[in-house]
């Protein structure tokens, strides 16, 4: 399967008055959106991305660096609702709602509950499964295309497991995951070693993944993107998009900035503002924000051989290029909150403990908007109030993964092409 990238020889913009035009406007300079730019701009379109701060200042910037193709099972399921209320209790657990934010997210929260019925997780599962299997086939194609394959890792992903109980707990999920073809196997105490030295006793129990990939570090590879992208010739503007007014030949964008652009076609994928973007076009699309927080140590902190999982803390360990990265949980708590850092240190001192070797000095914390939807698939498809403009947005914690195979989606919406996969699932109205 491949992307269908071709190149054609670019044209100007057209000028209308003080507007300048492109054939497509990518709003938001993060990994989803510059995988569409691209991919749109080797179709032949005129492509201008805007963004409020640039590119890989967001999520992008500060992920795990996952490409997590095994990662099928949505985070709204009945197991979450087990877990929920004895991690709620723990504010610097691996599920939290600030206080100040629990009555403004209820809403989100009794959708995210209906989600996670069984007949509806098979649904979300079955569809997750459609895109990350494209992902999958449409990533070394685009990596390729973009200079940037020399950045991919396979090192695989160790999921640990400190009782008997927590590695049965986890069977009825390998078991979905097997019926998918996802490739991985259960080890011992003994094996683990072997994998990933350096891993504390308590930890009697692993699953090894070899299907899953890595990027060397996220945000130099968000900005080669953008490097890339500009070679091809395509434009990025620093401003923070308003509004967008449905015209007779397109998209009217307005910015902050008291400035007007029009489209012929607009991309929304703007990450975690999305929503408020698409309200003014009509859409109460519900999307809400789980705060991920890390810190990154030195390279030299570990001698991490793979991104190890600790599923019963919520969080991962990562080797990037940049250093050892300790990070993940769900704080949910929108945009608007300060930083609670705290969970931050929480999360690493509990790695020091997991990994006795751990060099804990001298990281850097960070904090960012991952977007998400209550039933965990993103929203790719038409806005409801023009065919012109088309969401991309919502991933959650899969952006990287899915960034290729969502990239290939739009761009086949953008020139008329039957998408390769069933995006029904997906629609941005399906929650009424």
């Given at each position: 399967?491949?992307?269908?990238?071709?190149?054609?020889?670019?044209?100007?913009?057209?000028?209308?008055?003080?507007?300048?035009?492109?054939?497509?406007?990518?709003?938001?300079?993060?990994?989803?959106?510059?995988?569409?730019?691209?991919?749109?701009?080797?179709?032949?379109?005129?492509v201008?991305?805007?963004?409020?701060?640039?590119?890989?200042?967001?999520?992008?910037?500060?992920?795990?660096?996952?490409?997590?193709f095994?990662?099928i099972?949505?985070?709204?399921?009945?197991?979450?609702?087990?877990?929920?209320?004895?991690?709620?209790?723990?504010p610097?657990?691996?599920?939290?709602?600030?206080?100040?934010?629990?009555?403004?997210?209820?809403?989100?929260m009794?959708?995210?509950?209906?989600?996670?019925?069984?007949?509806?997780?098979?649904?979300?599962?079955s569809?997750?499964?459609?895109?990350?299997?494209?992902?999958?086939?449409?990533?070394?194609?685009?990596?390729?295309?973009?200079?940037?394959?020399?950045?991919?890792?396979?090192?695989?992903?160790?999921?640990?497991?400190?009782?008997d109980?927590?590695?049965?707990?986890?069977?009825?999920?390998?078991?979905?995951?097997?019926?998918?073809?996802?490739?991985?196997?259960?080890v011992?105490?003994?094996?683990?070693?072997?994998?990933?030295?350096?891993?504390?006793?308590?930890?009697?129990?692993?699953?090894?993944?070899?299907?899953?990939?890595?990027?060397a570090?996220?945000?130099?590879?968000?900005?080669?993107?953008?490097?890339?992208?500009?070679?091809?010739?395509?434009?990025?503007?620093?401003?923070?998009?308003?509004?967008?007014?449905?015209?007779?030949?397109?998209?009217?964008?307005?910015?902050?900035?008291?400035?007007?652009?029009?489209?012929?076609?607009?991309?929304?994928?703007?990450?975690?503002?999305?929503?408020?973007?698409?309200?003014t076009?009509?859409?109460?699309?519900?999307?809400?924000?789980?705060?991920?927080?890390?810190?990154?140590?030195?390279?030299?902190?570990?001698?991490?051989?793979?991104?190890?999982?600790?599923?019963?803390?919520?969080?991962?360990?990562?080797?990037?290029?940049?250093?050892?990265?300790?990070?993940?949980?769900?704080?949910?708590?929108?945009?608007?909150?300060?930083?609670?850092?705290?969970?931050?240190e929480?999360?690493?001192?509990?790695?020091?403990?997991?990994?006795?070797?751990?060099?804990?000095d001298?990281?850097?914390?960070?904090?960012?908007?991952?977007?998400s939807?209550?039933?965990?698939?993103?929203a790719?498809?038409?806005?409801?109030?023009t065919?012109?403009?088309?969401?991309?947005?919502?991933?959650g914690?899969?952006?990287?993964?899915?960034?290729?195979?969502?990239?290939?989606?739009?761009?086949?919406m953008l020139?008329?092409?039957?998408?390769?996969?069933?995006?029904?699932?997906?629609?941005?109205?399906r929650?009424?």
């Amino acid at each position: 399967m491949g992307t269908g990238i071709k190149s054609e020889p670019q044209r100007p913009p057209e000028s209308f008055g003080n507007m300048s035009r492109s054939d497509v406007v990518v709003i938001g300079a993060g990994v989803v959106g510059l995988s569409i730019a691209i991919a749109a701009k080797m179709r032949g379109l005129e492509v201008t991305v805007i963004d409020r701060e640039g590119p890989a200042a967001g999520a992008s910037a500060g992920n795990a660096g996952a490409f997590a193709f095994t990662d099928i099972l949505p985070l709204a399921s009945p197991g979450i609702l087990k877990k929920a209320p004895k991690w709620l209790l723990d504010p610097l657990g691996p599920l939290s709602i600030p206080p100040a934010y629990a009555l403004q997210i209820a809403p989100w929260m009794l959708k995210f509950w209906r989600a996670c019925q069984p007949s509806r997780v098979a649904h979300s599962t079955s569809a997750q499964t459609s895109l990350m299997d494209l992902s999958k086939a449409e990533l070394e194609v685009f990596l390729s295309a973009t200079g940037t394959l020399p950045m991919l890792r396979k090192d695989g992903n160790l999921q640990v497991y400190e009782s008997d109980a927590e590695f049965q707990a986890s069977l009825p999920g390998w078991d979905a995951r097997k019926k998918h073809g996802i490739e991985f196997r259960h080890v011992d105490a003994a094996e683990m070693a072997s994998l990933q030295p350096g891993l504390a006793p308590r930890f009697i129990r692993g699953t090894f993944t070899p299907g899953w990939y890595s990027i060397a570090d996220p945000k130099l590879y968000t900005l080669a993107l953008a490097e890339h992208f500009s070679a091809l010739g395509g434009s990025i503007e620093i401003t923070e998009v308003k509004a967008l007014r449905p015209v007779s030949d397109g998209v009217d964008i307005l910015t902050t900035d008291g400035g007007k652009r029009s489209a012929a076609k607009v991309v929304l994928s703007a990450g975690a503002f999305s929503h408020r973007i698409a309200k003014t076009l009509g859409e109460n699309i519900p999307l809400e924000t789980e705060r991920g927080y890390n810190t990154t140590l030195p390279a030299d902190a570990f001698d991490l051989r793979m991104q190890v999982t600790f599923g019963g803390h919520g969080f991962v360990v990562t080797r990037l290029t940049s250093g050892i990265r300790v990070g993940g949980a769900v704080e949910l708590g929108g945009l608007d909150l300060p930083p609670n850092f705290k969970r931050s240190e929480a999360m690493l001192k509990k790695a020091q403990t997991f990994l006795p070797g751990l060099k804990a000095d001298g990281g850097t914390q960070w904090m960012g908007f991952r977007p998400s939807l209550p039933d965990s698939l993103p929203a790719i498809g038409r806005a409801k109030a023009t065919p012109n403009v088309v969401y991309a947005f919502g991933h959650g914690h899969l952006g990287l993964t899915q960034s290729a195979g969502t990239a290939r989606i739009v761009a086949d919406m953008l020139t008329g092409q039957k998408t390769v996969i069933d995006v029904a699932a997906f629609s941005p109205q399906r929650f009424g």
